[in-house]
């Protein structure tokens, strides 16, 4: 059985960082596309960060340059370094994986706010 957890939201100030982490059971992040989504109050779940099986990254415009997603494949984990934040980029933040199936976590609340 597959399970996405996601932790490392919370309330941070505009300007600062957070690092949200999406740890895996049953699939092996390495070896799928793991993916960052975030869904705002009221708006459509949008496309925030990607990694491939190869390393390779892409971002949404809007955080290009501010978010880096990485991961880990001893802790079979895969981070989001979020800095300079902004008030809009409050929202819950999902990972995903795109494999045979596609899989959600249950996300986890970044706010940002002064």
């Known amino acids: 059985q597959v399970q996405l957890v996601e932790s490392g939201g919370g309330l941070v100030q505009p300007g600062g960082s957070l690092r949200l982490s999406c740890t895996a059971s049953?699939?092996?992040?390495?070896?799928?596309?793991v993916g960052w989504f975030r869904q705002a109050p009221g708006k459509e779940r949008e496309f925030v960060a990607r990694i491939n099986l190869i390393g390779r990254s892409n971002y949404a415009e809007s955080v290009q340059g501010r978010f880096t997603i990485s991961r880990d494949g001893v802790e079979n984990t895969v981070y989001l370094q979020m800095n300079a934040l902004k008030p809009e980029d409050t929202a819950v933040y999902y990972c995903?994986?795109?494999?045979?199936?596609?899989?959600w976590g249950q996300g986890t609340q970044v706010t940002v706010s002064s």
């Open positions: 995903n994986v795109a494999a045979i199936n596609t899989y």
């Open positions: 049953g699939i092996i992040v390495s070896r799928n596309a």
